[in-house]
């Protein structure tokens, strides 16, 4: 599977300028739903399946359109984060994606590159299905990846980049608000931009995502040692 990481700050990149960051963060959290599986020591179980996970959205989805039409969209949009995940997970490794229409996990590779060489650049691409016995077999331990250096990077800037512009956002606004309706022009606003600031609150943003990042990678330690004990 990608790592926790990826697929929290994917959902979380392309919701927060729809829905705001606060809602995005709380959304991007249902991303890593299907990974809840770990806790009955099975993992990409019938979680991962995108079959299931719609069985399960659509009548809750019906319920909200019907007695709370206004979250309708929000629903939706909760239900594309979860179903993300077994997306991106299929194209990471086996994953049970249509269980149990398909009896198989299904592990789409896609690789892509360039090859050179004294004759010139030759292109390469390949897409490759591959596909083994769905059987869910229960683990003995596991070491849940939770984020690499390369999706550490993508994520924070994913995740950073959104709540920079909101705040951004709150800050003129405020500024604006502040200002007499005849001094009110962009131009006195941008003036008052204080460089030390926004790199204050960009270490702030970059130290709150290594902390809320090393925080779910000790949770899921301590889940592990757990599952370990009660073997
Ligand atoms: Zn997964």
Redesign the pocket.
């Given at each position: 599977?990608?790592e926790l990481a990826l697929?929290f700050s994917v959902v979380f990149a392309i919701s927060a300028h729809k829905i705001g960051v606060r809602r995005a963060l709380l959304l991007s959290l249902l991303a890593l739903f299907?990974?809840l599986?770990v806790l009955i020591r099975v993992?990409?179980s019938i979680?991962?399946s995108i079959v299931f996970l719609v069985l399960v959205c659509a009548p809750l989805l019906l319920a909200v359109y019907r007695f709370k039409p206004g979250y309708f969209r929000l629903a939706l949009l909760g239900s594309l984060a979860v179903l993300s995940?077994?997306v991106?997970?299929c194209f990471q490794t086996y994953?049970p994606v249509l269980y149990p229409l398909l009896d198989q996990m299904v592990w789409v590779k896609v690789d892509g590159g360039v090859h050179v060489s004294s004759d010139g650049l030759a292109p390469q691409a390949s897409v490759t299905i591959k596909g083994e016995p769905a059987t869910f077999q229960p683990f003995e331990t596991m070491d849940a990846p939770v984020f690499s250096s390369n999706s550490f990077v993508i994520s924070l800037i994913l995740v950073a980049v959104p709540i920079i512009l909101d705040l951004k956002k709150i800050f003129y606004s405020e500024m604006e608000q502040a200002t007499e309706p005849k001094t009110s022009s962009s131009e006195p606003v941008l003036n008052s931009e204080d460089p030390s600031a926004w790199l204050g609150l960009t270490l702030f943003i970059v130290g709150l995502h290594g902390i809320t990042l090393g925080t779910i990678s000790l949770l899921l330690k301590r889940m592990e040692r757990r599952i370990i004990q009660t073997k």
């Open positions: 599977m990608p697929h299907p990974d599986d993992h990409r979680s991962h995940h077994p991106m997970d994953t």
